[in-house]
């Protein structure tokens, strides 16, 4: 596997989608349950037995499907990450429950992302939301699909080309910032949607909305599985200078950035 590029990963979308399903049916009994453990990171972000449990059966799922291929989850732990990964081919990026915050409060827009970067660009994706039943998934080449059943009922996805009039905006739910208020204000959008987690790239990517603007702080595997399926479907993520979006960086941290259904339109103008 170390020698293949990014076309050759379409035998590994079903496994990865069957993980990612498998870790949600280990998420869901801990969903609204009295038996939840949550603790605190040092950067005071919660975390869950739910989180760890997907990890724990999403790492060793992939160590299995590919064992020459690292893997880096949100809760692998401060040693993998960093300059380490700059030699790595290529790398499987986690994150076992993205939405933490949204999967404590009871909201249903939690999701398991699984993403496989070749060199510094995501070339395959899975995105699932267990608790609404949602599966998306893309890998390059490919295509961008979307499931409410399995694998097997999947459509395709696509982006909506040009945006729609007015603009529909998506954000992060719990991350109200005035750099995202002025940039959607320099649109001329009274209204946005609010959306947790991942799912914001998917609806993108399933021409529901038009673009996504973070000016706050995420890192690598809160937008490289989402990023897939967004690609995959004909839609970007670019940084604040219309750079596309990378990866394996010496930091996890990610910079601000656009993701956006239509590359063509300059969504860089309403920047101030």
Known sequence: MRGETSGDVSRLIEPAVRLAREAGSIILPLFRSQRLKVSYKSDRTPVTDADHAAHAHIVSGLMRLTPEIPVLSEESGDELHGRQ?????????????????????????FTVNIALIHADRPVLGVVHAPAKGEMHFAHRGGGAFFSRRGLDAAEKIGVRQPPSSPLRVLASRSHAASAVERYVGAMGVTRRRGVASSLKFCLIARGEADVYPRMGPTSEWDTAAGQAVLECAGGAVTDLKGRPFRYRKPSTLNPPFIACGDPAYDWLQYLS
């Open 85 to 109: 990964r700059a030699g790595w081919p290529q790398h499987w990026l986690v994150d076992p429950l993205d939405g933490t915050r949204e999967f404590i409060s009871g909201g249903d827009e």
